[in-house]
């Protein structure tokens, strides 16, 4: 069953949501992203996890998929499989997992079992785990990066992962339909349009802009990943002039 619970939305390493940064969890054992949010699990809820579904290769995305993967040595519920697309997996392997900056555990084992697996996705691919559909769908982003869309029990969320607003975008919601909670992401101040258009994140406007041109609004939105030195500007900005009639900035 579906329970969500945002561990971490920070745009950094401080300010909102803890201060950890991007990891929500699903249920009991499914997380989207492994960023340093994760922390928030005890250890015996980290053991239970089983799926990481990735949407992209950047840091504040993976920061302890490392440490939290070598904690699961002595757990019962292995393999833990990432599934990620191809770009992804391949950074995490050549840059992380390569032997040198930490083990290359796809190839170890506990016991019989692997202790990583990976698997990997392409955007329009689906997966239902636990009576959980899960759907990747390709977002604009400065590498390649996927953003989720998850079903269950006629509840619809959907999490845009590190975006800009346009038309891709827009085309990706509108062909969702309905979309009960729609978590997007605001990184920069207006002031920071061409950090972001060059990073290719979020502004309140650009958040403002993506909200009318959905066909049909979300019952609520999410506001994530604030940059945490310009985090009391976007909270202000966001505050006047809130993009959506239920928006909550995490
Ligand atoms: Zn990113
Ligand atoms: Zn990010």
């Known amino acids: 069953m579906l329970n969500i619970q945002v561990l971490g939305c920070s745009g950094g390493l401080s300010g ?21 949010g994760l922390n928030q699990l005890s250890l015996t809820q980290m053991h239970q996890i089983r799926h990481i579904f990735l949407t992209h290769s950047h840091m504040d995305h ?10 699961q040595y ?14 992804t997996l391949e950074k995490l392997k050549d840059n992380i997992f ?5 083990p290359e555990l796809s190839s ?43 079903k269950s029990q006629a509840r619809h ?17 509108n062909r969702l339909g309905h979309i009960d909670t729609l978590m997007l992401e605001c990184a920069f101040p207006d002031e920071l349009l061409h950090v972001a258009e060059k990073t290719k994140h979020m502004t309140p406007s650009l958040l403002q802009n993506t909200l009318q041109s959905l066909e049909r609004q979300p019952s609520k939105l999410w506001v994530t990943h604030l940059k945490p030195n310009y985090e ?5 900005t966001l505050a006047a002039n809130p993009p959506h009639n239920n928006t909550v900035v995490l």
């Open 74 to 87: 002595g757990s019962e519920h292995l393999p833990v499989t990432v599934y990620a697309q191809p770009h």
């Open 16 to 36: 909102n949501n803890n201060g950890g940064s991007t990891c929500i969890q699903l249920n009991h054992n499914i997380l989207i992203d492994a960023g340093t």
């Open 232 to 236: 009391a500007t976007l909270r202000e």
């Open 62 to 71: 993976i920061a302890a998929l490392p440490t939290f993967l070598s904690n």
């Open 98 to 102: 390569n032997g040198d900056i930490w």
């Open 157 to 173: 969320f959907v999490f845009g992962a590190d975006t800009i607003a346009g038309r891709q975008l827009t085309e990706q919601l």
């Open 108 to 150: 170890m084992t506990e016991g019989a079992e692997a202790i990583l697996a990976f698997e990997e996705i392409q955007p329009g691919h689906s997966i239902t785990l636990d009576g959980i559909e899960i759907n990747a769908f390709a977002v604009d982003h400065s590498v390649p990066t996927v953003g989720y869309s998850v």
